[in-house]
């Protein structure tokens, strides 16, 4: 248990860090208009990759679609659209989306 624990502050230490060494590196320069567009779509690419990640799974060595996270990111969608809020449209996804796993088992 505590090494799993270990693990996870050691890596959250070095995801920090490794933060903060590229924002260091780019404090005062002036950075060419192709590579800001490139860092303004970094945190969109990795947002799409954690919810594909969640999305598709695998049974039976074939790939599906996970219910509960459609339900979820339509719901969220929707929330954002209405209350302009990310984090209210986040707490209310996982709300659907831990209703949705539940009425569905």
């Known amino acids: 248990m505590w090494n799993?624990?270990?693990l996870i502050i050691i890596l959250a230490i070095l995801t920090y860090i490794s933060r903060i060494a590229g924002i260091e590196a780019l404090i005062g320069r002036q950075v060419n208009s192709r590579v800001q567009m490139y860092l303004n779509y970094v945190p969109a690419g990795a947002i799409s990759a954690l919810v594909a990640s969640q999305l598709f799974y695998i049974k039976n060595g074939k790939i599906s679609l996970s219910f509960p996270v459609i339900v979820?990111?339509?719901i969220v969608a929707i929330c954002?659209?209405?209350?302009?809020s990310f984090l209210l449209s986040v707490i209310i996804g996982?709300?659907?989306?831990?209703?949705?796993?539940h009425f569905i088992r």
């Open 80 to 84: 954002m659209k209405i209350f302009k």
């Open 94 to 101: 996982v709300i659907a989306g831990s209703l949705t796993t």
């Open 4 to 6: 799993n624990w270990l």
């Open 72 to 74: 979820a990111g339509i």
